[in-house]
C-alpha cells in the first residue's frame, strides 16, 4: 500500500511512523504528484506533528542526531523520489541499528548521503549568494535555489543583519522569510511587479559592479572556473552578472 | 580629482595582485545590541570574479600612492598607473553599503606608504575605529601591518581586526634587498614577531579577564611573490615552513608573478613550468605541510629543487618513496592513508570508520571516494595488490599520464614558455 502525505516534513515523518510502528508501506509519495496505478492500495496520512516530533526523537535515540539530521536536510532536496530514498535509508538503518550511517557505500545509504550533501552544499553557497537590494529601508533579495532551502538561511541573516528588516524571496517556490529584526517567519509570497530601485540603490550597485570587474585579473581570465563555483543558472539574481554587458 | 566610484576602481586594480584574502578562522556572533555583522570561521565567498577567484572581502587600498619602489610592484613610485586614495570615512561606508547587501564578508586593507610608514597605519587605524566604533561592525576585518610603522599603531590594529598580515614578498633578503632595496627582511620581521607575541599574550589574558578584547584573533599570514626572483620551490617552502615553525602563522599565500609596467630590475630564468602551475604545486605542497604531516625536506631537496608540471606534490612523493609502498588500506593507520596520493583526510577517516565493522573490498573500496586510478599503485585491498604488474616509477608516470591532459585545460598556459607575460 502507498501511503500519500501533504508535502511536509512532519506528514512525511507521520508516514515513516506507520510504516515502522503499525503497518509497512511500498512507498511514500506527495498526494499532490501521485499517479494512481491500477491494483495499487493508496492510504492519505493525516500529518500529526506530535507524531512526528516523537519519531524524529526516536531516530536521534536508536541511531544518532546525526542521522536524523540527514533525513532532514535530504527531505529539502529536489530529488524527486527523496521519500523512498529515506524510506529505504531508514529500513536498512532498522535492520542493521546504530553506526549504519558509516557504510556509506552501501546502495542503501549513499544515496541519501549524497542529496543531503547538495543540499548542505547549496545552501552554504547562498549564505555568500543572496543579495539585498534596499527598497524604503528594507532590504529584499529574491534567488531561485534548485533545493528547498529557503528555511536554512534565516538564521544566518537574523544574526549577519541583526535589526534591520529583510526579505528572501524564494521565486521558484513561491514563499518568503520575513524579518523584522527580531523574528523571522516563512509565508507564501508572489511578487508580480518590477522593482522600481531609489537613486541610492543604483548607486551602491554600480560601484560594486565596477569592483567586481577591476578586482579580477585579466591576466588571469577563466570563465569556466567562474562558472563552475558561480553557476549561470543563479545569474540573473547576481547584482554583480545580471546587468547586460555580462549576458 | 576623481569620484569615489573611479577612485574605487583605480584602488581595487591596485590591490587584485594581493592575494591573502579568506575570510575564515574567527567565529564571532552578533551579540552586541545596535551592531551589525557576524564572522563565520568556515569562511564564506560572495562572489567569483571572472578569473575564478572567490570574493569574499572588499579588498583594496586605502592609496596608492607609494614612495618606496618595489620592482615586482604595479605601486612601485616609478611605474605609470592612476593614482587615488579613499578617505576613511570613504571606506567604511562602502564597507557598510556592501556588507549590508551581502557582497561581501567584511574588509581587507591594505595600502602603499604614502609619505611614511606612520602616517598610513594611522589612517588605517582610523578605517578599523570608525568601523567598529561608529559604525558598530562585526564582520570580518583584515588589515596589513605597515612595515616600519609605531608598534603602538600595529598593536592598536590589532585590537580592531580579526587577521593581521605582513607580507614577506620575497623568500630570501638578498632577494629583497635586490628588488625591494628600501625594505628589509627585519622591518618585515619584526610585526610579525609583534603579532605572534601579541596573539600569545591575549590568550593568557583572555583566559584571566573575562572581558578582555581579543587581539588578531583569526592570526596572521603573509604571502610570498612566485617566479620574480631565482629561488628554487624548495627554498620557498623551506621558507614558509620556518614561517609556520617560528610565528605559527596561519597561511602562507603564493602570488605568481605578474609583470606590471617595464620593471627593469626583475631577470627571471626562463622556468621550467609557468608561473601559475608553479603557485598551484606550491598551494598543493603547503597544504601537505600544514594538513598531512609532511615536512618541507621531505618533498623537495637540494638536488630535486623544483615541483612537476605534470604530477602533484604527493605524487612525487610518493612515486620517490616506492619503498613505502603497497600499503593495506584494512590495517594502515590513518597518518599512513593521508599520505597515499588519491586519498585525502575526509577519505581516510571513511575507510578507517568502514572498516571497524567489516574490512573493505575492493569494490567497497571504489565507492569510498578515493581516485582510484591513482591510489591504486599504493594500495593493496585485503592483500591483493591492483596497480598492474610491477611497481615501477615509470611504469606509474605513463600509466596516469592522461590526467595531465586534463591539468592543462585547468591551467591554459601550464606548460612553461608560451605562458603570457613570461617575455621579459
Ligand atoms: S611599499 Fe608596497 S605598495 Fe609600495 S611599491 Fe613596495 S610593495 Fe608596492
Redesign the interface.
Known amino acids: 500500500m502507498d501511503y500519500l502525505y501533504d508535502h511536509s516534513f512532519d506528514g512525511f515523518l507521520t508516514a515513516a511512523a506507520i510504516h515502522f510502528q503499525e503497518k509497512r508501506t511500498s512507498g511514500i509519495f506527495p498526494e499532490t504528484h501521485y499517479q494512481y496505478r491500477l491494483g495499487e492500495e493508496v492510504r492519505s496520512i493525516e500529518t500529526d506533528p506530535i507524531r512526528a516530533a516523537t519519531f524524529y526523537h526516536e531516530l536521534e535515540e536508536r541511531f544518532s542526531s546525526d542521522v536524523a539530521h540527514k533525513c532532514g536536510r535530504a527531505f529539502l532536496s529536489d530529488h524527486p523520489n527523496k521519500e523512498n530514498l529515506l524510506l529505504i535509508y531508514l529500513n536498512f538503518g532498522f535492520k542493521k541499528g546504530r553506526g549504519f550511517d558509516a557504510i556509506f557505500t552501501h546502495p542503501d545509504v549513499e544515496p541519501v548521503q549524497t542529496i543531503a550533501t547538495a543540499v548542505e552544499w547549496e545552501a552554504a553557497r547562498f549564505l555568500g549568494l543572496i543579495r539585498f537590494q534596499e527598497i524604503k529601508g528594507i532590504l529584499y533579495a529574491s534567488f531561485s535555489p534548485d533545493n528547498a532551502i529557503l528555511g536554512l538561511m534565516a538564521d544566518h541573516f537574523l544574526d549577519r543583519l541583526h535589526g534591520e528588516a529583510w526579505i528572501i524571496h524564494d521565486t521558484k517556490r513561491n514563499l518568503a522569510i520575513l524579518c523584522n529584526g527580531v523574528k523571522w517567519r516563512m509565508v507564501p509570497f508572489k511578487r508580480d511587479f518590477a522593482l522600481t530601485l531609489p537613486r541610492e540603490e543604483l548607486a551602491v550597485q554600480q560601484l560594486w559592479r565596477g569592483y567586481f570587474t577591476h578586482i579580477a585579473i585579466p591576466e588571469r581570465k577563466n570563465p569556466r572556473l567562474q562558472a563552475q563555483y558561480m553557476p549561470r543558472r543563479y545569474w540573473k539574481d547576481l547584482v554583480e552578472v545580471n546587468s547586460p554587458q555580462f549576458r | 580629482m576623481y569620484d ?2 573611479d577612485r ?2 583605480i584602488l ?2 591596485s ?3 594581493d592575494v591573502s584574502c579568506s575570510s575564515s578562522g574567527n567565529e564571532r ?2 551579540n552586541r545590541a ?5 564572522a ?1 570561521s ?1 569562511g ?13 572581502l ?2 583594496i587600498l586605502m592609496t596608492n600612492h607609494c614612495v618606496y619602489d618595489c620592482a615586482y610592484c604595479i605601486n612601485r613610485s616609478s611605474n605609470d598607473v592612476p593614482r587615488a586614495s579613499l578617505t576613511p570615512e570613504e571606506i567604511a561606508k ?1 564597507t557598510m ?2 556588507y ?4 561581501i ?1 567584511g574588509l581587507f586593507l591594505s595600502s602603499a606608504v604614502d609619505v611614511s610608514p606612520n602616517q598610513t597605519m594611522e589612517q588605517i587605524v582610523k578605517t578599523l575605529e570608525l568601523l567598529r566604533h561608529q559604525w558598530q561592525f562585526q564582520g570580518y576585518i583584515h588589515v596589513k601591518a605597515i612595515p616600519g610603522a609605531d608598534p603602538r599603531l600595529i598593536q592598536q590594529a590589532g585590537f580592531l581586526a580579526d587577521r593581521m598580515s605582513a607580507n614577506i614578498e620575497l623568500p630570501s633578503s638578498e632577494s629583497l634587498q635586490r628588488l625591494a632595496p628600501q625594505k628589509q627582511l627585519q622591518t618585515i620581521l619584526k610585526p610579525m614577531n609583534q603579532i605572534q607575541h601579541g596573539i600569545e599574550e591575549n590568550r593568557y589574558a583572555l583566559k584571566q579577564y573575562r572581558n578582555a578584547q581579543s587581539f588578531v584573533p583569526a592570526g596572521q599570514s603573509t604571502q610570498m611573490i612566485v617566479g620574480a626572483t631565482p629561488e628554487s620551490d624548495y627554498q620557498m617552502i623551506h621558507t614558509s615552513q620556518k614561517l609556520y615553525d617560528r610565528f605559527q602563522l596561519k597561511r602562507v599565500f603564493y602570488s605568481a608573478y ?1 609583470p606590471v609596467g617595464n620593471p627593469k630590475k626583475i631577470l627571471v630564468p626562463i622556468p621550467k613550468i609557468a608561473p ?1 602551475m608553479r603557485e598551484h604545486r606550491l598551494y598543493q605542497a603547503d597544504w601537505l605541510l600544514r594538513f598531512y604531516g609532511f615536512r618541507a625536506e621531505e618533498l623537495l631537496d637540494e638536488i630535486k629543487p623544483h615541483f612537476d608540471a605534470d604530477f602533484d606534490p604527493k605524487m612525487i612523493w610518493a612515486i620517490r618513496h616506492l619503498e613505502q609502498f603497497p600499503v593495506e588500506i584494512n590495517r594502515a593507520p590513518f597518518e599512513t592513508l593521508i599520505r597515499v596520493p588519491g586519498i585525502g583526510h575526509k577519505t581516510a577517516s ?1 575507510i578507517v ?2 572498516r ?2 567489516a574490512s573493505l573490498s575492493v569494490e ?1 573500496v571504489k ?2 571516494r578515493l581516485v582510484w586510478k591513482r591510489a591504486r599503485f599504493f594500495l593493496t585491498v585485503r592483500g591483493k595488490y591492483y596497480g598492474g604488474r610491477s611497481i615501477s616509477p615509470e611504469g606509474i608516470k605513463t600509466a596516469l599520464q592522461p590526467e595531465w591532459s586534463h591539468q592543462l585545460r ?1 591551467f ?1 598556459n601550464a606548460k612553461g614558455g608560451q605562458a ?2 613570461l617575455s621579459i
Open positions: 569615489v566610484y574605487l576602481q581595487a586594480d590591490a587584485k595582485y556572533k552578533n545596535g551592531g551589525i555583522g557576524n563565520r568556515f564564506i565567498c560572495h562572489a567569483w570574479a571572472a578569473d575564478g577567484r572567490c570574493i569574499s572588499l579588498k562602502t553599503a556592501f549590508r547587501r551581502n557582497y564578508e605578474i601559475l571513511r570508520n568502514q571497524r565493522l567497497e565507492k569510498t585547468l591554459p603570457r607575460g
